[in-house]
């Protein structure tokens, strides 16, 4: 979806416009960020050059100092800030997420495409990490979140695709999903579901 | 900002020079000037993107034989440097949206061939290149000192030329680009970076200069061949000296430059057979103990002294 892989079959549009075939810097300029399950920083950069290098390229800023603004403001954000003159590559796993964030940030994007984000954190730091996307949708960022944790996925979505095997299996509230008997067929087994069919039944 | 003012007072000593009046120490001004050109070039692909390019061979050999049958066919020596220069330039466009997209090794292999196929070219084109006859350039009407003045201080503006380029480079948004396409390929595009056309970029960039030496050395030393301008070693110097300096900084070429023209003096001329062998020991010793050159080391050290200094205040 952001032309990291070219799609086999299908079209992707985005704001009216086809974007499959294109490549990933004309569409994060269009402001479809993405963070990776694996994170991508830019090692031997301080966490202000790395966010700083989205608000030049991405969003366009027009001088280093407009950049250094709109880094210094997402890297405030995700509370970086005590962090942002160490190089990439000596902050925790649970530091380059958020730097991962701020770099997405830094974008300006209209669409924020998470991997992931959680994968690897302890309990504390998802906390964490879940008000922090919450604080990012609340400014108008449409979040499409790729998860597993149903912790996660219950507490911020809105609305979920579930996909088994690459297949589209149920769409819908969280409280539709956690009902729909595919849903649980997949994820619990199919003993489990019929179990289940059955006590609903009852009651 | 301290760094630019450090390299133009290196300059600035270096166009002292003349003031000995000596020849030989002319011909190593303008030697040093020469690769520091080359090694400057090399740092922008090599250095700065982190692609490993032995093109640098292929450049030179290209505007030295622009340059000679520029001049042959009656072109003022200036026009044809730079006409040389522009040559290098449009050679390294269309050969770098060719390669660019290789990695690694397999990038350094296509650009080696680079200089191979143009040795051939040069080789065979009889006509136009005198082939392995070589190429005879015209001879300027001048004493001997004063032809070796002049293409000192030529040599030297170029060198200042790619320096101020170089600084243009490391200062900006190109910089910048490369810096992040070095560390991360695929980040860099996805945080908005037209990684094809900055690398573009720094191929060109690291061709220009060369090109405008290679006529430059072309005038000089009046006699061009296949082998000599398309030698491994105009490929291989800029890369060591680099590496000796601190790769991807803006003085580590400078200093390379210097240091590696003093060993080459020094050593090679006291140890002729084996200077080959030296060499090598040279490359080796660089790998285990300067990965990033000298430049490298001495920011590591300051790094280390002033993380001392703060540990010391705070307790």
Same mark, same amino acid.
């Given at each position: 979806m952001t032309g990291v892989f070219k799609p086999t079959s299908g079209s992707v549009t985005y704001d009216g416009r086809r974007i499959d075939g294109m490549k990933p810097y004309q569409i994060?300029?269009?402001g479809v960020a993405r963070t990776y399950q694996v994170v991508q920083p830019f090692p031997e950069m301080t966490v202000l050059e790395n966010v700083m290098a989205p608000a030049v390229f991405a969003a366009g800023a027009s001088s280093t100092s407009e950049a250094m603004y709109a880094a210094d403001e997402a890297i405030e954000f995700l509370g970086l800030k005590q962090q942002r003159d160490t190089p990439a590559s000596e902050l925790t796993l649970a530091g380059r997420k958020r730097l991962e964030l701020a770099k997405s940030l830094a974008m300006k994007p209209k669409v924020l495409l998470l991997d992931e984000v959680n994968a690897g954190l302890n309990p504390a730091e998802i906390e964490t990490a879940l008000?922090?996307? &919450?604080?990012?949708?609340? &400014?108008?960022?449409t979040i499409i979140l790729i998860e597993h944790l149903m912790k996660v996925v219950m507490s911020l979505c809105t609305r979920i695709v579930v996909l088994h095997h690459g297949a589209k299996i149920a769409e819908g509230r969280p409280d539709e999903i956690t009902q729909n008997d595919s849903v649980i067929e997949a994820y619990l087994g199919n003993r489990y579901a019929k179990a289940n069919a059955g006590e609903t039944a009852d009651v | 900002m301290k760094h630019p003012l450090i390299g133009l007072c290196f300059f600035a000593v270096i166009a002292f020079l003349?003031?000995?009046?000596?020849?030989?120490?002319?011909?190593?001004?303008?030697?040093?000037?020469?690769?520091?050109?080359?090694?400057?070039?090399w740092n922008i692909i090599g250095g700065y993107a982190g692609y490993p390019s032995f093109a640098t061979a292929a450049f030179f050999g290209l505007g030295a034989y622009t340059g000679a049958i520029l001049q042959g066919l009656g072109l003022a020596m200036p026009l044809a440097w730079a006409a040389a220069g522009l040559m290098a330039a449009a050679f390294a466009a269309a050969m770098g949206a060719a390669i660019l997209h290789l990695?690694?090794?397999?990038?350094?292999?296509?650009?080696?061939?680079?200089?191979?196929?143009?040795l051939e070219i040069t080789t065979s084109w009889t006509s136009l290149t005198g082939g392995g006859m070589g190429l005879n350039l015209p001879i300027i009407r001048m004493s001997v000192g004063a032809q070796a003045r002049l293409f000192f201080w030529s040599m030297l503006v170029l060198a200042v030329l790619t320096f101020l380029m170089s600084w243009y480079v490391s200062a900006g948004r190109i910089g910048f680009a490369l810096r992040c396409i070095r560390q991360n390929e695929d980040a860099s595009s996805m945080v908005g970076i037209n990684t094809t056309l900055y690398k573009v970029i720094a191929f060109v960039l690291s061709a220009l200069f060369v090109g405008s030496a290679?006529?430059?050395?072309?005038?000089?030393v009046f006699y061009i061949e296949p082998p000599d301008v398309y030698s491994v070693m105009t490929t291989i110097r800029p890369i060591v000296m680099t590496m000796l300096g601190g790769p991807g900084t803006l003085l580590g070429p400078l200093i390379g430059s210097g240091i590696f023209l003093i060993i080459e003096e020094v050593v090679w001329r006291n140890f002729l057979s084996i200077h080959a062998a030296v060499l090598g020991i040279l490359i080796v010793g660089l790998i285990f103990y300067l990965p990033n050159g000298v430049v490298g080391a001495a920011m590591r050290r300051l790094r280390n002294r002033s993380d001392k200094k703060?540990?010391?205040t705070t307790t």
């Open positions: 994060s300029r269009l008000e922090m996307i &919450r604080a990012i949708a609340s &400014r108008g960022v | 003349p003031v000995f009046g000596d020849n030989y120490i002319l011909r190593l001004g303008t030697m040093f000037a020469m690769y520091a050109v080359l090694s400057q070039s990695k690694g090794h397999y990038f350094a292999i296509a650009s080696l061939v680079l200089a191979e196929v143009l290679g006529a430059l050395y072309a005038s000089w703060t540990e010391g």
